[in-house]
């Protein structure tokens, strides 16, 4: 019993002090030696609760240096007087309220630009800021220091003083420190990442000026290559006589395949048939940069169409790479083309190359008889080759290329029996796109290519149709000695795997043999969908030619499957 009533008391006091506890919570108000108003006591926004004196305080403090920020640099706290238990009243003087600061400075300190940037009224002496926005305005003004190399450097205001009653006007002070350079460059995380890349492909040198801003802009140009991944910014370490720069980087598989592959026993030759396609991309499996394409399509009788390709980028640590490919184009039994490239590319800058090189054509007519007049024979060609060009990409896993553009142009001779015949080919392709805001963007893309000569074979045009050129009609299925074909896509991003399109192609050809010129055009929609196997694409398309109705059996549909291993 005795150990019960212990226990009932102790409950009792515990109960007591808590309530207690609770009821101190304290109150915080805020009055003016002058009368304030209720829209200026609520734009001040303080924390008027409070579990203890000291966080009151400190409120009340805190306040104050809020005050002066807004202008009223002379404001003071008067007082902090208790009312009651709970409730304890901060009186501050406030004063007359500053607008504006107009800043003097030395002309050839700063660029008009940069002023420009952080000031509306800009003069050759003297720019004028908001006071509220000052300190913001200065810290940029002072980045701007530090992106020119000027890491060190430092600015402060002096000679404050009255210019009109709610204005102030100070002297800007620049005080400059050792100007940095780059002298070292240090990988972290992936070790082998081929350097040249920094030097050439993002514009990373050492015994340049340091730049913190540059330096993020060209970790995410790094990021851009697909086969490697920044962890986070770089970060700088700076010593006594020398600053070394720290990227954090991290090996990512960029190898592709995409394809279908079948086979059948041809009816009347006995012989088997492949049918189908295969896409197969390697990058950077040797930790050179380096790149192999291999491309097949066969749709079992009418063509087949191989492509190899190897490209070896910036050869001994220089901004010289090399290029080599071989393409085998065959259709039916009418002709097969061989054709092959070595060019020697040359980075201009991070995002423009040029090149020139060498490439040659062989076709044989594979007809048993030999028609007079027939468009289809033998023949060899070379070509000296050049051409440019310029590639711009963006942070974004579906669509890491913004902007490029490529101009190629081919001259050389056209061996036909006993005859030469001077030629030349143009060729050029530009894509954009325009990203409206995070879910809506327009793609556009263009490809024109010509051939100039004086006469024209068949097996010598250019062939194009399918989805990678004007979609709705079959593969390279249209020959042309000229053609042009504008791609435009709208496109809605419901999440970052999942996006639909608008298709509208437009395309225009000329066939010199068949004395033609035509217009197309092709409507239609498509589906993107990143998954675990990979990039699921499929278009439906109807495309039509100029003069013909519309015909829903023309609609085709082209569907691909990108795997990333």
Not at 281 to 306: C, R, T
Request: hydrophobic share 35%; aromatic share 14%.
């Amino acid at each position: 019993m005795k150990a019960f009533c212990y226990l009932f008391l102790y409950l009792n006091i515990y109960t007591l002090f808590s309530s207690e506890s609770v009821a101190q919570e304290l109150q915080l108000s805020v009055e003016g030696v002058t009368p304030i108003t209720e829209a200026f006591r609520d734009s001040l926004d303080f924390k008027q609760n409070h579990p203890n004196f000291e966080s009151l305080k400190q409120e009340a403090d805190t306040l104050l240096q809020k005050v002066q920020r807004m202008g009223y640099i002379n404001s003071e706290l008067r007082t902090l007087q208790k009312q009651n238990d709970s409730l304890y009243t901060a009186r501050y003087f406030f004063g007359r309220r500053i607008d504006y600061i107009k800043v003097y400075y030395s002309e050839g300190s700063f660029r008009k630009k940069e002023l420009q940037a952080i000031a509306s009224e800009v003069q050759p002496e003297y720019f004028t800021l908001p006071f509220q926005t000052a300190e913001a305005a200065l810290q940029k003004l002072n980045s701007f220091q530090t992106a020119s190399g000027n890491a060190f450097g430092r600015l402060r205001l002096s000679e404050i003083t009255a210019n009109t009653p709610n204005s102030l006007q100070a002297q800007l002070v620049l005080v400059n420190g050792s100007q940095r350079t780059i002298d070292g460059i240090v990988i972290k995380g992936y070790e082998k990442f081929p350097k040249s890349y920094l030097r050439y492909y993002a514009g990373i040198k050492k015994k340049t000026l340091f730049n913190q801003k540059k330096l993020i802009a060209q970790n995410e140009l790094l990021n851009s290559l697909g086969f490697v991944s920044t962890l986070k910014p770089p970060e700088a370490l700076f010593q006594k006589d020398s600053t070394t720069v720290y990227f954090y980087l991290q090996k990512k598989n960029f190898n592709n395949f995409d394809g279908i592959l079948g086979f059948a026993t041809d009816e009347e030759t006995q012989r088997v048939q492949f049918n189908g396609y295969l896409n197969l991309e390697l990058n950077n499996n040797l930790n050179f940069g380096e790149q192999l394409l291999i491309n097949y399509k066969a749709d079992g009788d009418e063509q087949v169409n191989f492509r190899a390709k190897t490209t070896l980028p910036y050869l001994f640590n220089t901004p010289f790479g090399l290029a080599l490919e071989l393409k085998i184009f065959k259709r039916d039994s009418t002709f097969v083309t061989t054709d092959q490239q070595a060019r020697l590319t040359y980075q201009v800058t991070p995002r423009s190359a040029v090149y020139a090189g060498y490439k040659g054509y062989e076709s044989s007519n594979l007809q048993d008889e030999v028609l007079v007049g027939n468009p289809v024979q033998d023949y060899t060609a070379n070509y000296i080759i050049a051409g440019a060009a310029y590639e711009k990409p963006q942070n974004s896993n579906l669509f890491p290329i913004k902007t490029t553009a490529a101009i190629d142009t081919e001259i050389g001779t056209r061996e036909l029996k006993d005859t030469q015949e001077d030629q030349i080919r143009l060729l050029f392709t530009a894509n954009h796109i325009i990203n409206l805001n995070t879910e809506n963007s327009l793609y556009i893309q263009n490809t024109t290519q010509a051939l100039l000569s004086d006469t024209y074979l068949t097996n010598e045009l250019f062939r194009f149709g399918g989805i990678n050129s004007i979609r709705g009609f079959n593969e390279n299925s249209i020959d042309a000695s000229l053609f042009s074909v504008l791609n435009t896509e709208y496109r809605y991003m419901f999440n970052p795997g999942l996006y639909i399109h608008s298709i509208i192609d437009l395309g225009y050809f000329e066939n010199d043999i068949m004395e033609l010129k035509q217009k197309l055009y092709s409507f239609g929609i498509g589906l993107g969908l990143q998954s675990k196997a990979g990039l699921f694409n499929i278009n439906f398309a109807n495309g039509n030619r100029e003069g013909m109705n519309f015909n829903f059996s023309n609609t085709k549909i082209h569907i691909s499957l990108t795997s990333r291993f």
